[in-house]
């Protein structure tokens, strides 16, 4: 197909700056409000996801002066990476994946262990999901999250944790279910079954693909996204005449 547009740009910075930056979106997690922000870091090729965490901290507010940043990397609300510190930016892709930012800190009820599990604790991935029963399919929603279990915690402890870090009221909360899931296939479990047993596999391929599940209708309040970023291109169009 042709076209008499050419689009053009009015950059910040000259051209040849330019090429050496990269800009990452990143959806920032505040620990205790709902509006999800998205930032532009703009940073060198070279930088690492630390340069990214020191940038954003400078952009943010935090729920506490202790509080650190962790970038996850989130897809159809599943996680599938936590970047390490040392990883470069360079060859993130923000387009397909979203990079989310969030608060590791006790005002966050993120136990000590969660952020630094010892080797009887295990960090699972938490997803709300529904269920299809025409077509007997998984269909995740809202945000993922981690949390750490014990050895020999059972679900009902587990589900007083997940409670308290939600805000689910008791009657909504009643109504939840749980399940195990692995590859897309729902085990649902009782209060009295020990949740760690049934992830004792830790070379399972993809682990974002076994989680622990929770059932419910998806009532809660859609995030807000805000995108809080300062322009710095200029987009205009112009029409070229034969």
């Not at 609300?77 to 040392?86: A, D, G, Q, S, V």
């Not at 682990?207 to 322009?231: C, S, V």
Request: glycine content about 2%.
């Amino acid at each position: 197909q042709t076209s008499d547009i050419l689009y053009y740009e009015v950059l910040d910075i000259p051209l040849p700056e330019l090429q050496f930056l990269k800009t990452l979106k990143v959806a920032f997690h505040h620990a205790t409000k709902e509006e999800v922000v998205i930032h532009s870091i703009r940073l060198p090729k070279n930088s690492t996801i630390a340069d990214v965490i020191i940038d954003l901290k400078t952009k943010v507010d935090l729920s506490s002066p202790t509080a650190e940043l962790r970038v996850l990397e989130v897809f159809y609300h599943k996680i599938y990476k936590i970047f390490p510190l040392h990883e470069k930016i360079e060859n993130i892709n923000d387009q397909y994946w979203t990079l989310r930012a969030e608060e590791v800190c006790k005002t966050n009820d993120v136990p000590e262990e969660e952020k630094n599990p010892s080797q009887h604790d295990r960090l699972i991935h938490v997803y709300h999901f529904t269920k299809d029963p025409l077509q007997n399919q998984i269909q995740n929603f809202g945000d993922p999250f981690f949390l750490a279990i014990c050895e020999g915690e059972t679900l009902a402890e587990v589900k007083g944790r997940i409670q308290r870090k939600l805000q689910v009221p008791d009657e909504e909360f009643s109504k939840w279910k749980f399940a195990f899931i692995s590859m897309n296939r729902p085990d649902y479990l009782q209060d009295s079954d020990v949740v760690s047993a049934r992830f004792q596999r830790r070379d399972v391929y993809g682990a974002w693909e076994q989680y622990l599940g929770l059932e419910h209708t998806d009532t809660a309040p859609k995030r807000a996204y805000t995108a809080n970023q300062n322009r710095h291109t200029h987009e205009k169009p112009v029409r070229i005449y034969n």
